[in-house]
């Protein structure tokens, strides 16, 4: 089945150490998004990629990076975790093929990420 | 700008109850609605959606109609089980992509034996 696979589920890191959290689709969707949700509230937007355009939230931290190097994969990159970055990571995807109407987004089962 | 507003939780019922959760949006245009469900420590999945006015969705027995005139797309079931316990989040899309999707507050289930 096409799907959303995120990498790893679960993520300890050190306050201070940056870290990596990897997402994959098979969708061959063209945009791609990055979520970070606490305590079953709704997700929040940090960034997301229409194709290669990078789009950024003007409130996420400076602190948060993404790439995509290709349509299948997108990374977020935390350079110096805080102990309030911990949260679930959510990765999402959806298809834009020049319609007006509001696609739905497709996510990945999460990267729930500690910081010690 | 665009908004959904849900009824607040937690909402606990008994198994075969049934289930009402409402949701109410705030949109120029006309937007796709839908509706996600997120079990504990899972992502979120599309549960249902629907793109236009009078438009019902449904699936694994759960049911919205897209009600333009009263701004409203209210999620039920008729027979509630326990697996059904998750956070159900009411959703919607103005536009292909971006921030123009926005999601509700979410409300969560929970189902007893």
């Known amino acids: 089945d096409a799907m959303v696979i995120q990498n790893p589920r679960y993520q300890v890191t050190q306050f201070g150490k940056p870290v990596t959290l990897s997402c994959s689709q098979t969708?061959?969707?063209?945009?791609m998004y990055w979520y970070q949700q606490k305590s079953s509230q709704a997700p929040k937007l940090l960034f997301h990629y229409y194709d290669k355009d990078f789009n950024n939230e003007a409130d996420t931290p400076d602190n948060f990076q993404s790439r995509r190097p290709n349509t299948s994969f997108c990374f977020l990159d935390i350079r110096s975790p805080g102990l309030g970055d911990a949260a679930m990571y959510l990765c999402?995807?959806?298809?834009?093929?020049?319609?007006?109407?509001?696609?739905?987004?497709?996510f990945g089962d999460g990267t729930r990420l500690s910081i010690l | 700008g665009n908004s959904v507003t849900q009824m607040e939780g937690p909402v606990t019922l008994s198994e075969e109850a049934f289930l009402t959760i409402n949701c109410t949006y705030t949109?120029?245009?006309?937007?796709?609605l839908f509706w996600y469900v997120q079990y504990p420590g899972e992502g979120l999945q599309l549960l249902l959606k629907?793109?236009?006015?009078?438009d019902k969705g449904s699936n694994k027995g759960f049911e919205a109609t897209y009600r333009k005139e009263t701004t409203s797309f209210h999620l039920e079931k008729g027979s509630v089980q326990v697996s059904d316990s998750a956070v159900y989040f009411c959703a919607l899309s103005d536009r292909g992509y971006g921030q123009n999707f926005v999601f509700g507050p979410g409300t969560r289930l929970s189902v007893l034996p």
């Open positions: 949109a120029t245009g006309y937007p796709s």
């Open positions: 999402a995807t959806s298809s834009v093929l020049g319609t007006a109407v509001g696609q739905p987004q497709h």
């Open positions: 629907a793109t236009k006015a009078d």
């Open positions: 969708l061959n969707h063209n945009v």
